[in-house]
């Protein structure tokens, strides 16, 4: 069974830094395109970074700039770097993995950025 488990999230002041991590087990997720999505209180989910299974990535506009997105195949492992957070950044933060019919979602980790 293919688990992907988020952390590293937590409180901060704005203009601060945060590294979120996605761990997969249960099989490899290199064949897979990863990405991190959000959602804060009362809107939608929404994508924040993605990168596919060659190294390809894409960020959100609100985001370009200032989160990167990176992967350890060694480790399962899927990555966000998020710099100069806002508090507009405070949300859920969930890691999925799409490819090979599945789809795979984390539980979530919450980032809040105080102003």
């Known amino acids: 069974q293919v688990q992907l488990v988020e952390s590293g999230g937590g409180l901060v002041q704005a203009g601060g830094s945060l590294r979120l991590s996605c761990a997969a087990t249960?099989?490899?997720?290199?064949?897979?395109?990863r990405a991190w999505y959000r959602q804060a209180p009362g809107k939608q989910r929404e994508l924040a970074a993605g990168?596919?299974?060659?190294?390809?990535?894409n960020y959100a506009d609100s985001v370009k700039g200032r989160f990167t997105i990176s992967e350890d195949n060694a480790k399962n492992t899927v990555y966000l770097q998020m710099n100069s957070l806002k508090p507009e950044d405070t949300a859920v933060y969930y890691c999925?993995?799409?490819?090979?019919?599945?789809?795979?979602w984390g539980r979530g980790t919450q980032v809040t950025v105080s102003s």
């Open positions: 990168i596919t299974s060659s190294g390809s990535t």
């Open positions: 999925k993995a799409v490819g090979l019919g599945f789809v795979y």
């Open positions: 249960g099989r490899s997720l290199v064949l897979m395109s």
